[in-house]
């Protein structure tokens, strides 16, 4: 099986990196290029329908290949403890940033039962307000694993900002794996959450940041993405 050439990526290495995170990267470039793998093949529905990792098509010639990046996939969540507690995927718009988290939650999932959450920004402060109710809260503060996508700087209004410091910082003291998705560079993402010397910002960096490069996949076709490579 011949996996298409990578879209480049680079990493915020603000922090010396040690073996789990040299791990949780090499895990996430391999679901990134499965996730093209998949779409060039023309696998995406049977891989869609497989989103709880149970049922993929014996008779399928790439089965072994599937088996072997499932049993990767889940690795990054089987010890628990290790990895860092935080992801903050970053970039421009389509690059496959909601794909990679929801590929990681299905994981999640899929291994320790339901539990891990997902609500984009707008939607957790909408909760919030219409409920007023520290319930709501804490549900986001506790859940093992949580996906906070489109945080966005119109949406990170100083009270959105408020709220997202309470979760950043009751997850940060528990270890409670986070991803955090914005539409912004790893320098935008920091001034928008406080800047450097900040406590939320000090804590991400205890995570690992990814800028993602890869173009707006949206809409594309396969025989783009073949020509459209950068390595
Ligand atoms: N690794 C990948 N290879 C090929 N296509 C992908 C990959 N990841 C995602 N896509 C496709 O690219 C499109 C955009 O993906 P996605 O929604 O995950 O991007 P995003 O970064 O979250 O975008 P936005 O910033 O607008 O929220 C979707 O059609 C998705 O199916
Ligand atoms: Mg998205």
Known sequence: MK????YGWTMDTLRPRNGEQERCVSLLRKIYDWERWARFERLKRLYDTDLSLGSFPADLGERDE?????AERERIFADHEAGPWSLSLLGSVGNGKTTMACALL???NSIHGKGARYAPLGELMDEYKARFDGEVLRGYMSCPLLVVDEISEADLTSYALSILRRIIDARYGE???TVFIA???PAE???ALGGDGGSAVSRLREGLTFAMTAPDMRGRLASEFSAGGSG
């Open 3 to 6: 996996i298409p050439r990578r």
């Open 189 to 191: 993402f920091s001034a």
């Open 106 to 108: 299905n994981t999640y």
């Open 66 to 70: 599937f088996e072997l990046y499932k």
């Open 183 to 185: 539409n912004m560079t």
């Open 175 to 177: 270890y409670r794996r």
